[in-house]
T-cell receptor
Framework: EDQVTQSPEALRLQEGESSSLNCSYTVSGLRGLFWYRQDPGKGPEFLFTLYSAGEEKEKERLKATLTKKESFLHITAPKPEDSATYLC???????????WGAGTKLIIKP | NAGVTQTPKFRVLKTGQSMTLLCAQD?????MYWYRQDPGMGLRLIHY???????AKGEVPDGYNVSRLKKQNFLLGLESAAPSQTSVYFC??????????FGPGTRLTVL
């Protein structure tokens, strides 16, 4: 069965304290892995798509990496405005549907 | 461009009542989706459409119906609302089976 597990469920960091969020997946043929950011009361906002193991993408303080079993979202020197829930989803090469993780709630304290 | 918009933003229904949620996108996307989001769970796909006049079932379609009469609009209907349908509903659209862009959501409470 295709599934996505994100860890930790919640992460509290001090401003400037770098860390990583994990997205582990099981899928029969990966077409793509997606990272989204979701602020309270809003819809998910697209961040990155990764297609193959070894691929990396960066945006400001965020860098996403991909292996054959998991993806990491590294956050470097975070600021309070980086506080949000980060969602991971995978897409199998057999259909269009995304399989979503439950998310990691990131809190950055000033 | 407004992107993806959803109407209404909030709604309270009584058990057994019906309603329609409207999603509109101005990005000329072919694919559109309806999800529900519940606490502690990932987004779950209700129905989706790969083009005007087409619809298909997702992971949790029971109790919902959809229509895609125009390319830019995707409607989600609840014929007889149940408390289990209390949730936040998100619409999304995409160019083909690629990254999806989401609306702001509709918070629905069924009493």
């Amino acid at each position: 069965e295709d599934q996505v597990t994100q860890s930790p469920e919640a992460l509290r960091l001090q401003e400037g304290e770098s860390s990583s969020l994990n997205c582990s997946y099981t899928v029969s043929g990966l077409r793509g892995l997606f990272w989204y950011r979701q602020d309270p009361g809003k819809g998910p906002e697209f961040l990155f798509t990764l297609y193959s193991a070894g691929e990396e993408k960066e945006k400001e303080r965020l860098k996403a990496t991909l292996t054959k079993k998991e993806s990491f979202l590294h956050i470097t020197a975070p600021k309070p405005e980086d506080s949000a829930t980060y969602l991971c989803a995978v897409q199998a090469d057999s259909n269009y549907q995304l399989i979503w993780g439950a998310g990691t709630k990131l809190i950055i304290k000033p | 461009n407004a992107g993806v918009t959803q109407t209404p933003k909030f709604r309270v229904l009584k058990t057994g009542q019906s309603m329609t949620l409207l999603c509109a996108q101005d990005m000329n996307h072919e694919y559109m989706y309806w999800y529900r989001q519940d606490p502690g769970m990932g987004l779950r796909l209700i129905h989706y459409s790969v083009g005007e006049g087409t619809t298909a079932k997702g992971e949790v379609p029971d109790g919902y119906n959809v229509s895609r009469l125009k390319k830019q609009n995707f409607l989600l209907g609840l014929e007889s609302a149940a408390p289990s349908q209390t949730s936040v509903y998100f619409c999304a659209s995409s160019i083909g089976a690629y990254e999806q862009f989401f609306g702001p959501g509709t918070r629905l409470t069924v009493l």
